[in-house]
């Protein structure tokens, strides 16, 4: 663990660093910073949304604030992927309380690959019930879910990306996983049957 801790200091500078860049009009600095982030932010929409178009809406909007933001950005405080997280998370909840109903649908076949012995049928049934069930959690705790078991934040990165204790984030994701349990019960025991 104390490995990690070099290295993220080692990326906040190197981000702060980037913005500073940006502020003072180095024309490759923007494009760099965004390489940096746009990936994992739009997959944290794409989970969060359910909609390809959505996330990569709430990925642009994320990142015109953070170029409005930087001229005021503080170096050595937030962590950038933190600041944008918490961003993104904002907008997407906005966004699905604007359309009222999530895509249940969340998987695109072209990103299942078909190197395994497993049907397709079967994993594209699988992607849908676990998306179907992400989507009937409610916004933290899919942004709880989505933030340490896909985008790999430790528990303190994702508290603070969601704007609560680590002791509340541990309560989000306990409810998270007995939600998500239960639903997918029913996927479990057919998959234990087929064994």
Not at 142 to 162: K, N, P, T
Request: aromatic share 4%.
């Amino acid at each position: 663990m104390d490995a990690m801790v070099p290295q993220r200091a080692d990326c906040g500078a190197a981000d702060d660093t980037l913005i500073r860049r940006v502020v003072e009009g180095d024309a490759t600095a923007w494009p760099a910073l965004v390489d940096r982030h746009i990936g994992p932010i739009t997959a944290f929409a794409w989970h969060m949304l359910g909609d390809r178009a959505d996330a990569e809406d709430v990925a642009q909007e994320t990142f015109l604030r953070l170029f409005r933001k930087a001229p005021t950005w503080q170096p050595g405080g937030a962590l950038l992927r933190t600041w944008l997280t918490r961003v993104a998370n904002n907008l997407c909840i906005d966004r699905a309380r604007s359309r009222r109903v999530l895509a249940l649908d969340v998987v695109d076949p072209e990103d299942l690959a078909l190197d395994g012995e497993e049907p397709l049928q079967v994993r594209l049934d699988r992607q849908r019930a676990l998306g179907t069930a992400m989507a009937g959690l409610p916004a933290r705790q899919r942004g709880a879910v989505v933030l340490v078991h896909y985008q790999g934040f430790s528990q303190r990165e994702a508290a603070e990306s969601l704007g609560v204790t680590v002791e509340a984030l541990e309560s989000l994701l306990a409810r998270a996983r007995r939600s998500l349990r239960q639903a997918l019960s029913p996927l479990l025991d057919d998959l234990l049957e087929r064994q």
